[in-house]
């Protein structure tokens, strides 16, 4: 079993930038794949960025490249997404999520969720 806690989220104008982290822990061997993933009211989860704990590369989304990036702890067992740029449309709950095997940004590959943080982004 993976837990995954997210914090990081709040309140932020556009233009501006937050940094959101996902803390692994229990069989953290089990798990090579970490993930972010938004969800805004009324709209599907989507994927935003992911990354190989055991590599470093990485993969995001079309909507946030460039702006967003995924990064990892040293001992891959903390991943970070930071945020710059931030756009209205950026606002939704943000979810981490892990699993073995190849990194896609397709929720419905992923084994294990944090329960979220919610990122705001006023105009």
């Known amino acids: 079993q993976v837990q995954l806690v997210e914090s990081g989220g709040g309140s932020v104008q556009a233009g501006g930038s937050l940094r959101l982290s996902c803390a692994k822990s229990?069989?953290?061997?089990?798990?090579?794949?970490m993930g972010w993933f938004r969800q805004a009211p009324g709209k599907e989860r989507e994927g935003v960025a992911a990354i190989y704990t055991n590599g470093g590369h990485t993969y995001y989304a079309s909507s946030v490249k460039g702006r967003f990036t995924i990064s990892q702890d040293t001992a891959g067992n903390t991943v970070y997404l930071q945020m710059n740029s931030l756009k209205t449309e950026d606002t939704a709950m943000y979810y981490c999520?892990?699993?073995?095997?190849?990194?896609?940004?397709?929720?419905?590959?992923?084994?294990?969720w944090g329960q979220g943080t919610q990122v705001t982004v006023s105009s």
């Open positions: 999520a892990a699993r073995s095997g190849r990194c896609y940004l397709k929720e419905y590959v992923y084994d294990y």
């Open positions: 229990g069989s953290t061997y089990t798990s090579n794949c």
